[in-house]
């Protein structure tokens, strides 16, 4: 019996692929394109199963739309800089160049054992200069275009790694990657002008119809548009006025104090004669900048001595306190506190004994005793105890509120965001240079475009805490551009979010000598189908739509978004393995022995915990390397698609390994050892054949379509049970007559195409050792003939209460309980049932179904 040989087998087709240059790609305009990209992966040394189910799911859309007739782009390349480069440098004394491009260099390897179709000559580095100089041109052209300025402001400071960090990297207080509480520090930072496209960025999340709603919905929120007013009052013995933003302001006459933000202009002005108010300023300061800490801290108050005039009210004072929960970020840095109608409001104003005066009345409550406890009331319901608000809604109170502001001159309607300009210096080395001057009499000059690219010094000091590009001896000390004078270098770096906000268009045109020539990035752009994590819901995704849309505003090219169709894979997950110590093993530590585990070490007992997500911290790790030496890439690969859909997470098993693996195995001896003849490779259909050899046919042509179907929609796992379901056919067919060999034949060689885009080094194996002519990669997909995956199928009629509401298409003597089901779904009988059951569902088989309602 002869053994498939995956390693010599995998090996050849690789070099096959690539010496034919099956997947390199030019632009054609006589052919549909079609993008296919994986997010690419931070070069940290070796793939990890995160990437190979990420890859796969790629490799197989790209293979698939290929056989389909697009010209598919599908490139790869490497988010090269950032932190862990330079740990390593402070760790080993490596330089961050040496140990990316050492990383890049074995990963690749490991990337082409899996037998991915890129097209490798528009591999990149966001670490060359060749890369990042473009974006250095960007930059200033941003610069000029007013999307990217220089400012003074309060950031999250991560104190173990000693930088700023943007608002997405700070989560639940803490570092992104430290782990270390967050703190404010006031620094020069460069920020690009997000905020310019937050409405647009919001109103264009409609039109992404084949993105998870889950990431919209984030998106969404994260942007978070916010409608109210803002509203002046006036400071008592002063001439200014305080200017608070607010979402209610039908609570206005429910007011009872107004407070500003520990930064507020204000409260610094206050500080100046009064030490307690700056010692609670600074003890705010410590607090982190991010929503959560600030929602969660304990609400604390400083009383300025200001007080305030109610703006529809001229007897009316109000106290202004300092307070740690509002956001100098946010609106105006000032609020008028409701306490009765908000929760924050209400816990302050009974800390520091404030009135609470309700002003909405909820439904069925009573006026004269209706009071708020400890929680506040911010339901709907009439206005009272509010002047000429008394008896409207919340609604109509908002509007008529607003009307007699603005008619007084005390305030107007506005609209707020939650997004904030997105903060893009950081104090590293291994990160692009902000391509700017700093000169004492020219202020910020722009590095002229033929001084491009600004190249990161390589004889720096990793030793000491800070910036290495700051305490470099020489490089930031240059001439002005402008006047000549002595002046210095930026020696910020860019936060790595800007390589990867770009690189999707730079694959297009990867070796171009601008960033991308217009034509090749509007030829391929956008991308069709983009595949990563949901980690970068937020952050990568939402910086990458802005940047199109800055990229278009300074001419680049002219596109909405990049990323048309979005799809996010689950986790691969496993077992977790802990000894008798509670000390974490790895799979590769233990073996199993009846139902439970034991070391291999020495047999001792392991304790085998929860189904987690792989990750180093719990050992629950299974090298791709070892599963591509043991059982090649194949058998990794279609594992990977068998068991979710994939948006949903993954268990890796060995046992399933192991059934992928038998699998091929069987299909390989059932092809390459048939026990019953085939026809020879290009022989005709003839014209008659047996009832055996028809269904044989029949059930080739159903898969075509049902494999089709599950891989438009995603259902890769059951694209790969429709295959294993062919093949079971196949081998059932036991005739030697003319017809089963010739059935045999198109049905093998049917499917061999079919699983090329899952598997497909032993497709090309099995396409090659039943004579097929060419490369499999290059024919096409076939087509299935519709008369032949109809006849099994009937159309019913389904009827509610005795009257016809539609029909159905149902296999013949299909299970009731699915014909049940697809009647249930249809749209008519939805809308009749509004979400109850139905009484009773009558199926009379292959006629008719009846429900009651
Ligand atoms: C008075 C009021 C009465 C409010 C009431 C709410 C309920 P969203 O919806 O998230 O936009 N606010 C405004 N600026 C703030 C800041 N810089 N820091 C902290 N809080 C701030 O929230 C808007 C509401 O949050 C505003 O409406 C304001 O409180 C508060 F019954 O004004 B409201
Ligand atoms: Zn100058």
């Not at 002063?238 to 200017?243: T, V």
């Not at 008394?390 to 008529?400: C, M, P, R, T, Y």
């Amino acid at each position: 019996m002869s053994r498939y040989n995956f390693r010599e087998t995998e090996a050849k087709w690789q070099r096959t692929w690539e010496e034919k240059h099956c997947f390199e790609v030019t632009e054609d305009p006589d052919k549909p394109k079609y993008y296919v990209l994986e997010m690419f992966p931070y070069p940290s040394g070796r793939i990890h199963m995160g990437h190979v189910r990420n890859y796969t799911l790629g490799d197989l859309v790209a293979r698939y739309k290929k056989a389909r007739g697009f010209n598919v782009l599908h490139p790869m390349g490497w988010d090269a800089f950032g932190l862990p480069a330079e740990n390593a440098a402070f760790e080993r004394g490596v330089h961050p160049a040496k140990w990316t491009h050492e990383n890049i260099a074995s990963m690749r390897e490991q990337l082409k054992t899996m037998g991915l179709s890129y097209d490798w000559r528009r591999e990149i580095a966001t670490c060359d200069p060749d890369y990042y100089q473009h974006e250095q041109k960007m930059f200033i052209d941003f610069y000029k275009a007013g999307l990217a300025y220089k400012k003074e402001s309060w950031v999250n400071w991560d104190p173990v790694e000693n930088t700023v960090l943007a608002n997405e990297q700070v989560i639940d207080g803490m570092g992104w990657r430290s782990g270390a509480p967050v703190e404010k520090r006031l620094l020069s930072q460069w920020f690009l002008k997000i905020t310019e496209y937050a409405e647009d960025l919001l109103q264009a999340l409609e039109g992404l119809d084949r993105w998870p709603d889950r990431v919209t919905l984030m998106q969404h929120n994260w942007i978070g548009k916010s409608e109210g007013a803002r509203v002046f009052f006036k400071l008592k013995d002063a001439e200014d006025k305080l200017e608070v933003f607010t979402t209610r302001p039908d609570t206005l006459y429910g007011a009872s104090f107004c407070a500003i933000a520990a930064n507020h202009p204000i409260a610094a002005k206050v500080a100046e004669n009064n030490p307690a108010l700056g010692e609670f300023i600074a003890e705010c300061n410590r607090m982190g900048t991010s929503e959560t800490e600030i929602e969660t801290a304990e609400k604390k108050g400083f009383d300025t001595g200001l007080t305030v005039t109610h703006p529809l009210d001229d007897s009316w004072e109000l106290p202004v306190y300092v307070a740690n929960f509002v956001l100098m970020e946010y609106g105006t840095g000032a609020i008028f506190g409701c306490p009765a109608h908000d929760q924050r409001d209400l816990d302050f104003a009974r800390k520091y004994d404030l009135p609470v005066t309700p002003v909405v009345l909820p439904p069925e409550a009573d006026a004269d005793s209706f009071e708020v406890g400890t929680e506040a009331y911010t339901g709907p319901g009439k206005i009272y105890n509010s002047d000429f608000l008394d008896g409207l809604s919340v609604e109509d109170a908002k509007a008529k509120v607003a009307e007699r502001l603005q008619g007084a001159g005390q305030g107007e309607k506005t609209t707020t965001y939650r997004l904030r300009d997105w903060g893009v210096s950081r104090q590293r080395y291994w990160g692009c240079p902000v391509p700017f001057i700093h000169c004492p009499d020219c202020g910020e000059v722009p590095v002229p475009e033929a001084d491009l690219p600004v190249e990161l010094p390589e004889d720096v000091d990793f030793e000491g805490t800070g910036n290495p590009l700051d305490r470099h001896p020489t490089w930031k000390h240059v001439s002005c551009p402008r006047c000549g004078g002595k002046a210095e270098r930026e020696t910020d770096t860019f936060d790595t979010f800007f390589e990867s906000s770009w690189y999707f268009a730079r694959f297009a045109d990867a070796k171009a000598e601008s960033a991308f020539s217009k034509e090749a990035a509007e030829y391929w752009l956008p991308v069709d189908q983009y595949i990563g994590g949901i980690e970068h819901a937020v952050l990568h995704l939402l910086y990458s739509r802005f940047f199109t849309r800055a990229l278009r505003k300074c001419g680049y090219l002219d596109l909405d978004e990049p990323f048309a169709g979005l799809m996010t894979q689950g986790m691969v997950c496993h077992e977790t393995f802990k000894d008798q110590n509670g000390a974490w093993l790895f799979p590769t530590d233990v073996r199993k022995e009846g139902d439970g585990y034991v070391t291999i070490k020495d047999g001792a007992p392991v304790k085998t915990g929860r189904i987690e997500k792989m990750s180093k911290s719990k050992r629950n790790v299974v090298d791709p390397e070892n599963i591509i030496g043991s059982y090649g890439a194949d058998t990794a690969r279609l594992f990977m698609l068998s068991d979710s859909p994939p948006e949903r997470d993954l268990e890796w098993t060995e046992s399933g390994v192991e059934g992928a693996w038998r699998y091929l195995s069987r299909l390989w001896r059932l092809i390459t050892e048939p026990a019953k003849p085939f026809a020879p490779h290009g022989t005709p259909r003839p014209a008659h054949i047996s009832a055996a050899a028809e269904a044989a046919e029949r059930a080739t042509h159903k898969a075509i379509k049902a494999i089709g179907e599950a891989v438009e929609r995603f259902r890769f796992n059951t694209a790969v049970a429709q295959v294993r379901e062919l093949s079971n056919s196949l081998a059932e067919l036991d005739g030697e007559d003319d017809g089963s060999a010739w059935a045999r034949r198109f049905g093998y060689e049917t499917l061999v195409r079919l699983i090329e885009p899952m598997v497909p080094h032993i497709a090309e194996e099995l396409w090659l050792q039943l004579g097929g002519d060419g490369m499999l990669t290059d024919r096409p997909w076939p087509d299935f003939d519709e008369s032949l995956v109809t006849d099994d199928t009937l159309t019913i009629g389904v009827q509610v209460n005795g009257k016809l509401r539609g029909t159905i298409e149902v296999a013949r003597d299909a299970d009731k309980a699915l014909v049940e089901e697809a009647a249930l779904a249809v749209e008519n009988v939805r809308k009749i049932l509004e979400g109850n059951a139905p009484r009773r569902v009558i199926v009379v088989p292959n006629k008719i179904v009846n429900i009651v309602a």
